[in-house]
């Protein structure tokens, strides 16, 4: 076991070292091509940080309202029958904006309910197992310039939900 903690700690650097030497074998400007790669990076990120405001802001304001307090509170009686606690719906909705934002959250189900309950196990597996949908499509569409969609967001609820049912089985099982 010991053997893997070496390999992991090296196994970063060597591939940086190779991915440079390899460039600079194959007749590369590797640190040009790495300046103009970040520049490139720094143009994407200007570009999408008005919808990464506008997430967070929107995200901020319906927590701070207490919408989301009251959605788990009329979707709760429903989905605790399913395994999934009332104080839980907050957090699968707030995960697909922000995955900071839901941070927040599972921080707070961990002071009330404590990581080793079920709700606890329960947000820990949906923590992985669930992806930030609105988030990740708005930034990569946009830095991508991509107009037309298609299925991206009905397969992207459709794979939460089974990250979701997932999550419950699993948990459900350790407990």
């Not at 640190?31 to 008005?50: N, R």
């Not at 995955?99 to 597996?125: C, E, N, Q, R, W």
Request: charged share 10%.
């Amino acid at each position: 076991m010991e053997i893997l903690t070496h390999v992991s700690d090296i196994i970063i650097p060597l591939i940086i070292f190779f991915v440079v030497g390899y460039g600079m074998v194959s007749g590369i400007k590797v640190y040009e091509t790495f300046l103009k790669g970040a520049k490139d990076g720094l143009k994407v990120v200007v570009d999408i940080i008005p919808t990464l405001v506008g997430l967070m802001v929107a995200v901020g304001i319906l927590r701070a309202s207490g919408f989301f307090d009251m959605l788990g509170s009329l979707l709760g009686p429903f989905t605790e029958l399913l395994g999934l606690p009332a104080q839980l719906i907050p957090l699968l909705i707030v995960k697909m904006f922000s995955s900071s934002a839901a941070t927040g959250l599972v921080l707070d189900i961990f002071k009330t309910s404590g990581p080793d309950s079920y709700a606890g196990m329960l947000t820990s597996i949906l923590m992985s197992c669930t992806e930030t949908i609105f988030y990740t499509m708005s930034v990569y569409f946009l830095a991508a310039k991509v107009t037309k969609t298609r299925y991206t967001l009905a397969g992207a609820l459709f794979s939460t939900l089974v990250g979701t049912v997932a999550s419950v089985i699993l948990a459900g099982m350790m407990v």
